[in-house]
T-cell receptor, first 113, second 111 residues
Framework: NAGVTQTPKFQVLKTGQSMTLQCAQD?????MYWYRQDPGMGLRLIYY???????DKGEVPNGYNVSRLNKREFSLRLESAAPSQTSVYFC????????????FGPGTRLTVL | EDQVTQSPEALRLQEGESSSLNCSYT??????LFWYRQDPGKGPEFLFT???AGEEKEKERLKATLTKKESFLHITAPKPEDSATYLC????????????FGAGTQVVVTP
């Protein structure tokens, strides 16, 4: 099992450019998440998907859109990147069983110039 | 609003010097409290889930405890490989599957 995979690992964008961050999980989890991590601020939820076909805003959704393509894949799109979106982005999926555990991908380090 | 505060922000330990990290939380009702370990340049890795006050979990040199207002992560006789950032998160009973994370405690263990 690969667990949670994310592409790309690194990306540099110019202000105003767009891009899509890809995430996939092979654990048959229903719930998937996108977080951003900035120094001193911990992980902040951008969007959440409880199941295929559903999405919900998190704490910091402005400037982002998501697509839950199927049960495995959950993508995050930046339509017009801004320097404030420079961050490390993590995707996670959740085991909804007893453990209620989130499993994280390796992250995408994004720099917006 | 759910809040999670971790202290200290950073901790420097000598190998073998035991210490504790604190995670204070405010939620309407606690569904679960989670501890993660994060190494530089990697995603968080799950350590423990605690569900109710008085519960304890152990794994090697780590022991997590829970009260109604806070959780502690005790590191006993740490080794350099325990160096990492430790994250605490809570899930409230009315959270609809969402989690609130603290900012983390960065632990450095020197030989």
């Amino acid at each position: 099992n690969a667990g949670v995979t994310q592409t790309p690992k690194f990306q540099v964008l110019k202000t105003g450019q767009s891009m899509t961050l890809q995430c996939a999980q092979d654990m048959n989890h229903n719930s998937m998440y996108w977080y951003r991590q900035d120094p001193g601020m911990g992980l902040r939820l951008i969007y959440y998907s409880a199941s295929e076909g559903t999405t919900d805003k998190g704490e910091v959704p402005n400037g982002y859109n998501v697509s839950r393509l199927n049960k495995r894949e959950f993508s995050l799109r930046l339509e017009s990147a801004a320097p404030s979106q420079t961050s490390v982005y993590f995707c996670a999926s959740r085991d909804s069983g007893m453990a209620d555990t989130q499993y994280f991908g390796p992250g995408t380090r994004l720099t917006v110039l | 609003e759910d809040q999670v505060t971790q202290s200290p922000e950073a901790l420097r330990l000598q190998e073998g010097e035991s210490s504790s990290l604190n995670c204070s939380y405010t939620v309407s009702g606690l569904r679960g409290l989670f501890w993660y370990r994060q190494d530089p340049g990697k995603g968080p890795e799950f350590l423990f889930t605690l569900y109710s006050a008085g519960e304890e979990k152990e794994k090697e040199r780590l022991k997590a405890t829970l009260t109604k207002k806070e959780s502690f992560l005790h590191i006993t006789a740490p080794k350099p490989e325990d160096s990492a950032t430790y994250l605490c998160a809570v899930r409230a009973t009315d959270s609809w599957g969402k989690f609130q994370f603290g900012a983390g405690t960065q632990v450095v263990v020197t030989p």
